[in-house]
């Protein structure tokens, strides 16, 4: 009698979750994650919710009161807007980018330009689709043209923190790592208040521009991993 070998007539195992199928199923939920929400804010705005709307109102109103009798909150807010401003981001990131092309890292240095360069247009697009004023006071401490959602300084806050951190945050250690994480989030969320605080932005626009901004990146994140995946050997993910 013939003898089966076993390892022919077991069937074949399952297949366990690659590194590049673990990696691709993380990226499409950090997407869906922070998506999601934005798409929720911008039909909220544009059905012009209530509660959404009295929110909005309440914080220009209040941070308003404040500002016209305190000149110098007024200061420190205009000081971190414009830390904020696209000139600022255009400087640090092209530098950045000389550093890393100096570094040998051209796919790094294209992931930074082409993520900077494309939130920048994503949110002339939201906004002329939107087409929202911006909020008018009485007495305004602060003046700004355009449109208002999603507000163009928070969304480059969160995505110019964000690449910062993808690109060096790799070469920090210990609890260096931590002080530039909460330095980040630290300076993304004044840079938002600062807009409201100016009576330039309201509650929404900068919740819409962190939200766009937070899915712009995790989607160029997911987009630059699958090229780099792409390049590997076809084993690798096998």
């Not at 039909?43 to 909005?56: G, H, N, Q």
């Not at 994503?122 to 305004?140: D, E, F, I, S």
């Not at 993808?166 to 210990?174: C, D, E, K, S």
Request: glycine share 8%; proline share 5%; net charge positive.
């Amino acid at each position: 009698m013939t003898r089966t070998d076993p390892a022919q007539s077991s069937p074949s195992p399952a297949k366990p979750t690659t590194p590049c199928g673990a990696r691709a199923v993380l990226s499409t939920v950090a997407l869906a994650l922070v998506a999601v929400p934005g798409a929720l804010t911008l039909l909220l705005v544009e059905d012009k919710w209530a509660p959404l709307l009295r929110a909005d109102s309440g914080a220009r109103d209040s941070l308003h009161g404040y500002a016209v009798t305190h000149p110098g909150f007024v200061a420190v807010m205009q000081l971190i807007s414009d830390s904020g401003s696209a000139l600022a981001w255009q400087i640090a990131l092209a530098v950045v980018v000389v550093w890393l092309l100096w570094r040998r890292l051209p796919r790094l240095a294209m992931f930074v330009v082409i993520t900077a360069a494309g939130s920048s247009l994503l949110n002339t697009v939201v906004k002329t689709a939107v087409h929202r004023l911006r909020p008018v006071l009485t007495n305004p401490v602060a003046h700004e043209s355009g449109l208002s959602f999603p507000s163009g300084h928070a969304q480059a806050a969160i995505v110019g923190y964000a690449v910062l951190l993808l690109v060096f945050l790799p070469i920090l250690h210990g609890a260096w790592q931590s002080v530039a994480v909460t330095l980040a989030v630290f300076m993304v969320l004044a840079i938002g208040f600062s807009r409201i605080a100016l009576g330039v932005h309201y509650l929404s626009d900068v919740v819409g521009g962190f939200v766009l901004g937070a899915a712009w990146v995790a989607a160029m994140a997911a987009v630059f991993n699958a090229m780099h995946v792409g390049r590997t050997s076809a084993h690798s993910c096998s």
